[in-house]
T-cell receptor, first 111, second 113 residues
Framework: NAGVTQTPKFRILKIGQSMTLQCTQD?????MYWYRQDPGMGLKLIYY???????DKGEVPNGYNVSRSTTEDFPLRLELAAPSQTSVYFC??????????FGEGSWLTVV | KNQVEQSPQSLIILEGKNCTLQ??????????LRWYKQDTGRGPVSLTI?????NTKSNGRYTATLDADTKQSSLHITASQLSDSASYIC????????????FGKGTRLSVIA
């Protein structure tokens, strides 16, 4: 059971660089989410999607973009990396918005 | 403002002892409350989900309570084990379905031998 798979696990970026965090789920879930978790803080929602072709902003969307071309994949794009985007990123999915399954996290450092 | 406050921030207990973690919320309207366990370096894993009408819910040695009137929840861990060492996160949903959840900052539990 793969569940929610995120890549890469760790990444160091220079200021101004861009990158994409990949997320895929094999549970045929309609709902997918991207969260960030800063030290000592609760998870904050960046973007979410209720189905293929549909995305919406969460609480902290600035500096990020997403796409949902398929049910399985929900990549998160950072266009111009900034030190403030240093964080742990979690992708998650859910069948109906109730039980949410999280990936293992992606540790991103912007220097 | 929708908020979820957890206490204590951190807790150290001896293996075999019980403990109770607290969660107070101001999220309204309320849909459900969830407790997650997050091991260091891992993603959160769901322990329980409680709706407005549920007062108590158990999952093995974990028992969650909910008082929707006072907007308080607790997570009681019985006969703690070393593997219970983790962060426990309280999450409140203000609406049904997919709308954003409000996460607490978590309680860091350390179980020592």
């Amino acid at each position: 059971n793969a569940g929610v798979t995120q890549t890469p696990k760790f990444r160091i970026l220079k200021i101004g660089q861009s990158m994409t965090l990949q997320c895929t789920q094999d549970m045929n879930h309609n709902y997918m989410y991207w969260y960030r978790q800063d030290p000592g803080m609760g998870l904050k929602l960046i973007y979410y999607s209720v189905g293929a072709g549909i995305t919406d902003k969460g609480e902290v969307p600035n500096g990020y973009n997403v796409s949902r071309s398929t049910t399985e994949d929900f990549p998160l794009r950072l266009e111009l990396a900034a030190p403030s985007q240093t964080s742990v990123y979690f992708c998650a999915s859910s069948y109906n918005g109730n039980t949410i399954y999280f990936g293992e996290g992606s540790w991103l450092t912007v220097v | 403002k929708n908020q979820v406050e957890q206490s204590p921030q951190s807790l150290i207990i001896l293996e075999g002892k019980n403990c109770t973690l607290q969660c107070n919320y101001t999220v309204s309207p309320f849909s459900n409350l969830r407790w997650y366990k997050q091991d260091t370096g891992r993603g959160p894993v769901s322990l329980t989900i409680m709706t407005f009408s549920e007062n108590t819910k158990s999952n093995g040695r974990y028992t969650a309570t909910l008082d929707a009137d006072t907007k308080q929840s607790s997570l009681h861990i019985t006969a703690s084990q070393l593997s219970d060492s983790a962060s426990y996160i309280c999450v409140v949903s203000g609406n049904s379905g997919n709308t954003p959840l409000v996460f607490g900052k978590g309680t860091r539990l350390s179980v020592i031998a």
